[in-house]
């Protein structure tokens, strides 16, 4: 959990100046005031980020939080093999922003360059330094866990300016930068901070450790944390010759260091095989950071290839980076629909009034780890896929979303994915004649500097055959999902 120093009342000005100013006459208060409001610089990010003029945000800044953070401030360290390199470098290229993002690849070796494509839309590529003194004794792992521990020390040796911090990941872990940003500026970068998540697998947490970050779904250690680190991790490394990864040799100085692990559920280490419907479409009320292991899950978007699918979800991300794939749940009464958003990503009919605390918890559309479907293989609750033909939701994966100006929002259009559902005796509509979503939704750049709330969903009436519209935004005064 966010330390209560993370909320942004923490960042307004003392209120002492302002209560010290209207004590004098009403004129000179006045005009302290009309000059505070004028100069005072972070009363100003403050106006600007409360600000929701839309068309000013397109396209998406990263914008100011609690912290004052900004994508700059960030340096990305990715975790690079050569071996895997061609391959790997696609997912690098998905999320990465030439001349916006800060940060490097460490290879093990040096590899060719030879397309513009790759020098134009990649980060600057380094060598890590060599690591064969260090003693590496565990018969599973490899030993390049070593080098790839270091690299957080090797991008501080770097000295790049006015960066606050690292955020480490591998060359298959895809990012939302912005959602970095969001969820980083919650914490006070001038402090000892070590932020990431879990594994998926209770068991590969038991393993390794609740108390680590999994390095494949990335996780940030703030500026003088990685000063401290810098100073003391050969000497730590060599103190744990045994353990498997990079992962758990950076969590065994980071006990040393006495700094805990802060966790942000958004990151994903995705240590499960399959199709990721479910545990997407349950994500937990929290900006989706960071996803992994794309080489091992199915494509996230069926019937496209794997970094296609990913493309696919970040184009959705462009329109409001804030919400992609979180969740609401709306009924269509009339019908005797239960409907299960996850914005940005895919839309589920299922037949029947199905309760929310059903519905929000993911289904095992997954499987395990150790490749077994067992519902106590997770850290987190799962459902079972349903079983009767009756029960099978009804997909519609996002198809394009576009905004409408002169509304001023942002059109998601979900079309009904091929696979035919089984047929049903149930006396209840199909919601096999819907063939097309529409998702009506404001952006919401500011929604995590609130208290976490899932967006209420409405079905809109329409007269348009196969077609449904829903709305999709804040809940209302007293709205409520009643089943
Ligand atoms: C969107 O729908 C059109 C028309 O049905 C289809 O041709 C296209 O392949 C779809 N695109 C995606 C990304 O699903």
């Given at each position: ?8 009342a923490?960042?307004?000005p ?8 209207l ?11 009309l ?11 403050t106006?600007?980020t409360?600000?929701?003029?839309l ?30 390199w061609?391959s ?37 590529i ?47 872990t ?13 914490y ?8 990431g ?23 940030a250690i ?16 060599k ?30 280490q ?6 990721l ?12 950071v960071s996803?992994?292991h794309?080489d ?8 496209m ?7 696919h979800?970040?184009e959705?991300?462009?329109?409001d ?5 979180q969740?609401?749940?709306?009924y ?8 299960l958003?996850?914005?940005g ?11 929310p ?27 079972p ?36 559902n089984?047929?049903c ?17 404001h ?27 829903l ?6 005064q ?6």
């Open positions: 959990m966010p330390p209560s120093s993370s909320s942004p923490t960042q307004s003392p209120s002492f100046t302002l209560a010290a100013a004590r004098f006459a009403l004129p000179t208060s006045l005009l302290l005031l000059f505070y409001l004028l100069y005072s610089p972070k009363l100003l990010t106006t600007t409360n600000c929701h003029d068309t000013a945000s397109k396209p998406e800044q990263p914008v100011n939080h609690g912290y004052d953070l900004e994508l700059k401030h960030i340096a990305f360290c990715i975790a690079a093999s050569a071996n895997l061609d790997r470098k696609e997912y690098i290229k998905l999320w990465w922003r030439p001349g916006e993002t800060r940060g490097a690849v460490w290879l093990d070796h040096q590899v060719e360059i030879d397309y513009d494509d790759d020098r134009r839309n990649l980060p600057e380094h060598i890590s330094e060599d690591t064969s003194r260090f003693p590496y004794t565990n018969r599973q792992g490899h030993r390049s866990a070593i080098r790839i521990s270091r690299i957080v020390s090797e991008a501080l040796r770097l000295g790049l300016a006015d960066v606050r911090w690292f955020v480490m990941g591998d060359d298959d895809v990012f939302v930068v912005e959602n970095v940003v969001r969820v980083l500026s919650r006070d970068d001038k402090e000892f901070y070590y932020v998540s879990s594994s998926e697998s209770h068991l590969q947490n038991i393993f390794f450790s609740y108390s680590m970050a999994y390095g494949g779904g990335g996780f703030s500026y003088p944390l990685a000063m401290e680190l810098e100073k003391m991790q050969d000497r730590c490394i103190r744990y010759p045994g353990l498997y990864g990079s992962d758990d040799r950076m969590q065994a100085c980071m006990a040393e260091l006495n700094v805990p692990l802060t966790k942000e559920p958004g990151f994903h995705n240590d499960i095989y399959g199709n419907l479910g545990l997407l479409s349950g994500h937990p009320v929290t900006p989706l996803l992994h794309f091992i899950i199915d494509p996230i978007f069926p019937g290839e794997r970094v296609e699918s990913l493309k979800l970040l959705s991300a462009k329109y980076s804030a919400s992609i794939i969740q609401s749940i709306c269509d009464r009339k019908q005797e629909w239960s409907v958003v996850s914005w990503f895919a839309i589920q009919i299922m037949r029947g009034i199905i309760s605390r059903e519905l929000e918890s993911p289904t095992r559309t997954f499987i395990n780890w150790y490749k077994v479907l067992d519902f106590t293989a997770y850290a987190f609750n799962t459902r896929v349903a079983g009767h033909p009756c029960q099978q939701p009804f997909v519609f994966y996002v198809n394009s979303t576009k905004y409408d100006k002169s509304r001023r929002q942002i059109i998601g259009i979900y079309t009904y994915h091929d696979d035919p089984p047929p005796p149930w006396g209840i509509e199909s919601p096999e004649k819907i063939h097309t979503i529409v998702v009506l939704k952006e919401d750049p500011d929604r995590w500097q609130k208290a976490p709330r899932k967006d209420c969903c409405r079905v809109v009436p329409s007269s348009k055959e196969g077609i449904m519209y709305w999709v935004g804040h809940c209302g007293n709205e409520i999902i009643e089943t």
